[in-house]
């Protein structure tokens, strides 16, 4: 199994109907966890989601959660390369808002 960190930083003032995306590649194919790190200070101002080609994962994933987690995942992606998509919006006009996410593989 193999652990990787994403930090993922939705800049202020982006509107859900024009979401921040990020697409990072990992290593495996197998995802069998996600973990979401929300660092204090978003007060439900920032959402995020995260999918694969083919897949939701994870949806509404609110600042306002301290920590999100998938529980057991048995997603297989097709590739490679292998990609997964962090899409988010962020309705707070003075600051951007950070996800940490976390992806476990086999």
């Known amino acids: 199994?193999?652990?990787?960190?994403?930090?993922?930083?939705?800049?202020?003032?982006?509107?859900?109907?024009?979401?921040?995306?990020?697409?990072?590649?990992?290593?495996r194919s197998f995802i069998t966890s996600i973990n979401v790190e929300i660092p204090p200070g978003h007060k439900g101002l920032a959402?995020?989601?995260?999918?694969?080609?083919?897949f939701e994962?994870?949806?509404g994933v609110r600042g306002d959660d301290q920590s999100k987690n998938s529980g057991p995942l048995?997603?297989?992606?097709d590739g490679p390369p292998y990609n997964v998509?962090?899409?988010?919006?962020?309705?707070?006009?003075?600051?951007?808002h950070t996800f940490i996410i976390e992806i476990q593989t086999r």
């Open 57 to 59: 994962l994870m949806t």
């Open 47 to 54: 959402v995020m989601n995260i999918r694969a080609p083919g």
């Open 74 to 77: 048995s997603v297989q992606l």
């Open 85 to 96: 998509i962090f899409e988010g919006w962020n309705s707070d006009s003075f600051f951007p």
């Open 1 to 27: 199994m193999a652990f990787k960190s994403y930090e993922f930083t939705i800049p202020k003032t982006t509107a859900q109907l024009r979401p921040y995306t990020q697409t990072v590649n990992i290593a």
